[in-house]
């Protein structure tokens, strides 16, 4: 799937099945609330926290993937409703990014 085919396919499943979307406030939480269980996530399947025993059950890949996906669905939603080009918007942080670090990277010693 592209990334324009997800922005499109999500904003089909929420004009049908999601109702309508929040509006970017509340889309905006939401996203951080995602972005903070992924990162619970990785702090603790990759990182030096444990988990509680009632929560040991999810620390699979496939727990982390489903997480990460709820955050690139709520990013998908802020964009659409907000009239990004995901597929642009990538392509046009790429090349600042390129332009920007082409050397900064490769003469980094901490990246040797």
Same mark, same amino acid.
């Given at each position: 799937m592209t990334i324009q085919e997800a922005q499109?396919?999500?904003d089909e499943w929420i004009?049908?099945?999601?109702?309508?979307?929040?509006?970017?406030?509340?889309?905006?939480?939401v996203l951080m609330e995602e972005v903070g269980e992924m990162a619970r996530l990785i702090a603790r399947i990759y990182g030096e926290q444990s988990f509680k025993k009632p929560e040991h059950a999810k620390t699979s890949k496939a727990d982390l993937a489903d997480e990460m996906a709820d955050v690139l669905?709520?990013?998908?939603c802020?964009?659409?409703?907000?009239?990004?080009?995901?597929?642009?918007?990538? /392509?046009? %942080?790429? @090349? &600042? /990014?390129? %332009?920007? @670090? &082409?050397?900064?990277?490769?003469?980094?010693?901490?990246?040797?």
């Open positions: 499109q396919v999500v004009k049908t099945i999601g109702v309508r979307y929040y509006n970017e406030l509340t889309n905006t939480a669905f709520v990013l998908v802020l964009a659409n409703q907000t009239g990004i080009d995901l597929t642009d918007a990538l /392509k046009k %942080n790429l @090349d &600042k /990014k390129t %332009n920007r @670090d &082409k050397e900064r990277h490769a003469n980094n010693e901490k990246l040797k």
